[in-house]
Structure formats: C-alpha cells, structure tokens
C-alpha cells in the first residue's frame, strides 16, 4: 500500500502550481495545494504513508479523493486551454497574460458544481462588493455606468471570464488610467476583494459542518500543544505519525486542505477521528514514562 501512495503522489508533483491556481473549485484547488506542500515536509510526508498503510479507511477515502483530483485537473486544463485560445482570438492578449487574469478571477468566482465556466451573477457582484469596486476602478460612477459600458458583451445574467476580458476592451480609447488594462484590473479587484471572499467561504456551510471545524481546530492545536511533550528519539510507526502531525499542525496550507477532507468526507472525519484518538494515547504514554523516569 505504500508503494501505491508514493504512486498517487508521484502523478500530483507533475502539476505545478500555476496547473493549480486553474483548478476552478476553490476547495479541491486547497487539496491539491496541501498534497503539494506535504512535498517539502519529510515528517509528514511519511505520516501520510504509514496511516495510508495501517488505516483501511484512509485508503478507501485516499483513492476516492485521489480519482476526483485526476478528474479536476483534467478539466482544470481542459477549460484553461479553451478560455485562453478565445480571449486571444478576441483580443490579442497574450496567454501569459490571460492566465494571470484567468487565476485573479478564480479567486474571485463563487463556485457551483453544476457550472460550465466559473461565473459571477450580477447580483453577486452586488453582494459581494464587486460592483463598487469595478465601477471605482475603471473610473466610473456607479455600477450602471459600467454596466453600460459591458453590457452589450454580455449574454444573462451572469459574466463569465472570457465575456468580462473581452468586455474590458470597450474602455474608452482615451483612457489613461492603468487600471484600465485587464492585465492589472483583475488582480486588483482580487486584492480589494480578498478579506471579502474568506468571509464568504466560511459563511456558506452549514451548522454542522461549522461544528466539524470546530473540532478538527481542537484537535490542530493539540498537535501544537504536544510536540514539546514527545521526545523526538524514540522510533516506532505511531511516532512517525504523530511527528508529521506535529509537522503539518505548522503549514498552513496542509492545515486547510485537512480540514476540507474532515468536513467533506465522513469516511475520512471518523479515520480522521480514531488517527486521534490513537496519537493522544501515544502522548500520553511519553508523558508517563517522562514522569516515572
């Protein structure tokens, strides 16, 4: 089983990171973004291993989430391909400059499952404060005004990344301000926007899978709690799994991508939960022989 994890993560170090910054679903890009860090963390890199050894759970859960990723990133390229081959014919912008545009408004994009393209409704701009912050930085005075200026690009009642790149083209001629550029404009608004749209994430689940978070962070700061506690010589299989989870309790990155899969996937919150439980009866028994010796 092991050789089949190092297979499963062999085949995700051939994405780059800009191959994931294209993965439209912002949880599945965070899972992908997590496996990638576990890359430069040897301590957790093993843990991984070993549970996906030892727990018939994981492995199950491991290889669901590894063919939904394949299938992610097949797309992901799939979609990146099409939308910069259109905005080129359109505009002339080069694909250099258009996936740069193309990650900003990913960031950006409420995500649905049954989407064909990453998309905001105009209602969404609204809500999210888009609208305000498109018409102030294109320079004008409210949000009609810049619908006025798009509008006839645009097919409903949503904007799509190429409508709104090629859209952008009907800046006025004599404008001079840089903002203006769809080189600049995209990741600006994802700059302004950014606060915004964490607080978006988090309040869109519901109450249940609010308290999910609530204790895996519980258990997070245990591993960060405990790591003082455990002698670092000691050799034993449990060992190396809770020195990578003390390892991956530090990157950010591997924290949230964890906590996708325990609230996402309930195979993996109760392995997720027993991992737990086992590693807090390991800490427990070092404590124990620290005393007594």
Known sequence: ????????????????????????????????EGIAAS???????????????????????????????????????????????SITGATGLS??????????????????????????SIQQLVDLGLAETVANVLGHDDFDGWLETLNSNFTGDTVTFCELMIALQNCPVD?????????TLLPEIAR??????????????????????VRYDEMVDSF??????????????????LRGCFAGAESEEIVNALRIVYVDYSALRFAGDLIFKVM?????SSK?????G
């Open 1 to 32: 089983f092991e050789r089949e994890f190092r297979g499963m993560l062999f085949d995700f170090s051939k994405f780059t990171r800009r191959d994931i910054a294209h993965v439209r679903n912002p949880r599945l890009r965070a899972l992908f």
């Open 175 to 183: 404008s001079i301000r840089p903002e203006c550029n769809p080189n």
């Open 224 to 241: 960060l709690q405990w790591k003082e506690l455990v002698p670092s010589e000691k050799q034993s299989r449990k060992m190396e799994v």
């Open 288 to 292: 124990r022989r620290q005393t007594n």
């Open 39 to 85: 890359y430069s963390i040897p301590e957790t890199y093993r843990a991984f291993e070993v549970i996906f050894n030892d727990y018939a759970p994981v492995r199950i859960g491991g290889r669901l989430i590894y063919a939904q990723l394949k299938q992610a990133m097949l797309l992901a390229q799939e979609e990146r391909k099409e939308e910069v081959e």
């Open 95 to 120: 694909k250099e400059e258009i996936e740069a545009n193309r990650i900003a408004w990913l960031q950006m994009a409420v995500h649905h499952e049954d989407d064909t393209a990453a998309q905001l």
């Open 280 to 284: 807090k009866t390991v800490v427990a």
């Open 192 to 213: 302004r926007l950014e606060p915004r749209q964490n607080l978006l994430d988090s309040g869109s689940l519901g109450e249940k899978k609010k308290q999910h978070i």
